[in-house]
Structure formats: structure tokens, C-alpha cells
């Protein structure tokens, strides 16, 4: 999942050094798997125990960027799901997971591509059941609808509305 195109010097600026920042990058430049994150990213943090500044730098910076919630919306054939995710949900499955669970994080934070951080939705829903965190998942099955005699006659009115609507302004 795409979450914004956010900056990874930002987050890493006093952390990392300019020289390791520096040589960060997306794709194959130390920022686009989840094994580079771990390798060029997490793990050095660990090695000079900045994880407390860390924790701390990623906190500000989800609650500065991510105010509003997060809704994903899946569709497939006649199905779609919502899933409503309060921002404190969304950010907290994301710190929780670094706090409690630091040698998966990347399960959840995984990639930069083109300066846009990847998320791994999945884990971050397990991770959101893990630490109990409020979220809604919308289930809707649309197949049957279009047997349904009052959507079909809503649908037979929408269109009569939308033709008239053009016929008048196509004038």
C-alpha cells in the first residue's frame, strides 16, 4: 500500500549520519525491500542505539503527516471491503510494532519507491489485532444486487435523470 510520498531523510536526518543517508536511495539503493531496510537502515540504527531516538523521530513524524484516517477499499468481481482505520489505529500498529516487535518492522514498513513509502497492509491489520487497536471492516457482496427489483428500477431512474439531464444542456 502506498502511503504518501514522504521523505526518508527526514525521518532518518540526526539518526543515521549525512554520509549514511547520503548513500540511501530507493530501488536498489538501500531503500527498496524490506531486506535493504533491515540491512542499510534498522540494523545500523540498533548498532549505535539510537532506537529510543528513532522511536521517538517516528512518532512525530506519523503523527505530523498521517492527522486523518486511512481507509483502504478492495475490490474483486462482485465484492468490495472497507476497511476504516482510525489514524491513532493506523500509527499505533506501525509504533507498536517497532516498540514491541522491532525484528519484523519491515513486514510492515517495507519499501521507498520513488520517494513513496510502502506499506505491507496485511501485516499492519495483524499487527492492529496484535495490539487490540480499534479498526472496521466493511464486507459488501454485490452479486446479488443486480437481481434486486429496487436497484434495478433505481438504476432504470438514474439513467432517465442523467438523459434528460444532457439532452437539456446539450442544447
Given amino acids: 500500500m502506498n502511503v ?16 549514511e543517508i547520503s548513500m540511501l536511495g530507493d530501488r ?9 531496510l533491515r540491512e542499510n537502515v534498522f540494523n545500523p540504527i540498533l548498532k549505535q542505539s539510537k532506537k529510543c531516538a528513532f522511536q521517538n523521530r517516528l512518532s ?4 505530523y503527516v ?5 481507509y483502504i477499499v478492495l475490490k474483486s468481481h462482485y465484492r468490495i471491503d472497507f476497511y476504516l482505520i482510525l489514524n491513532k489505529s493506523f500509527i499505533d500498529s506501525i509504533l507498536q510494532t517497532y516498540i ?3 525484528s519484523n ?16 497492509w496485511r501485516n ?35 439513467s432517465i435523470i442523467i438523459e434528460d439531464y444532457i439532452k437539456q444542456y446539450m442544447i
Fill in 28 to 36: 536498489k539503493s538501500g531503500l527498496g525491500s524490506g531486506k535493504q
Fill in 100 to 102: 514491541h516487535n522491532e
Fill in 66 to 70: 498521517y492527522e486523518e484516517d486511512v
Fill in 60 to 63: 512525530l513524524y506519523l503523527n
Fill in 124 to 158: 499492519m491489520i495483524q499487527a492492529m489485532d496484535t495490539y487490540e487497536l480499534p479498526y472496521t471492516v466493511i464486507e459488501i457482496n454485490l452479486k446479488n444486487s443486480f437481481h434486486n427489483d429496487e436497484l434495478k428500477k433505481f438504476k432504470e431512474d438514474l
Fill in 4 to 19: 504518501g510520498s514522504l521523505s526518508f531523510r527526514a525521518l532518518l536526518k540526526g539518526i543515521l549520519s549525512d554520509d
Fill in 105 to 120: 518492522f519491515e513486514k510492515i514498513f517495507y519499501r521507498w519507491e520513488n520517494n513513496n513509502l510502502r506499506l505491507r
